[in-house]
């Protein structure tokens, strides 16, 4: 059951893009087309996942048991820019048609602020390994939720109709956060 609250928790309550507006950058900047997005999404749930189990990894048996607690950051951030380089060469290799897609956009999850934030979240909320993954995975879903759900309103609006004055940066800012308001129905759920 507590695996079931964090995942609820992580994905529809306190999601990291429409509750706590972290990943803005890549929230509005890849969510043109669905698949872009979608693809944008998987790269960040495998980063986040393995950059949140290495991290705590090193927190627990490393910075801690040194008494250097305050490299975490900058530590942190090494590991981070390490696996996105990895993701770049393996996209690059297994997908070029996604990794062109991506475009700058990769290289940017190195900065990606809701990657770091989750590596330190899952320490400032005393979770276990097992917690940690389950939290990672479950908030990788929902910045992928939250991704391709916009970028599909996004298409649809390329079909309507839309006041010169509204079209491009204004109407998907007014949309994503119409979309933040439309989560915050899901705050009574835990």
Same mark, same amino acid.
């Given at each position: ?128 390994? #097992?917690?940690? &993954?389950?939290? /990672?995975?479950?908030? =990788?879903?929902?910045? $992928?939720? @939250?991704?391709?759900? %916009? !970028? +599909? *309103? ?11 004055? #509204?079209?491009? &940066?204004?109407? /998907?800012?007014?949309? =994503?956060?119409?979309? $933040?308001? @439309?989560?915050?129905? %899901? !705050? +009574? *759920?835990?």
């Amino acid at each position: 059951m507590e695996y079931i609250l964090i995942i609820i928790s992580a994905i529809f309550v306190n999601n990291i893009v429409l509750a706590q507006f972290l990943g803005i950058c890549p929230f509005m900047g890849v969510s043109n087309k669905i698949s872009t997005s979608a693809g944008m999404g998987g790269a960040v749930t495998f980063v986040m996942t393995i950059a949140t189990i290495f991290t705590y990894l090193i927190m627990t048996y490393i910075l801690k048991p040194l008494g250097i607690e305050f490299l975490q950051t900058i530590t942190y951030i090494l590991v981070i820019a390490a696996l996105v380089q990895m993701v770049e060469i393996i996209l690059k290799k297994v997908s070029p048609s996604m990794y062109q897609a991506l475009g700058v956009f990769l290289p940017l999850i190195t900065t990606n602020c809701t990657i770091l934030g989750v590596a330190i979240l899952v320490i400032q909320k005393d979770y276990n390994l #097992m917690q940690s &993954v389950v939290y /990672a995975v479950a908030t =990788a879903l929902g910045f $992928a939720l @939250a991704m391709v759900v %916009f !970028a +599909g *309103i996004r298409e649809q609006m390329e079909l309507v109709s839309i006041p010169k004055a #509204m079209k491009g &940066v204004p109407i /998907a800012l007014v949309t =994503a956060g119409i979309l $933040a308001m @439309a989560f915050m129905g %899901f !705050a +009574g *759920i835990v």
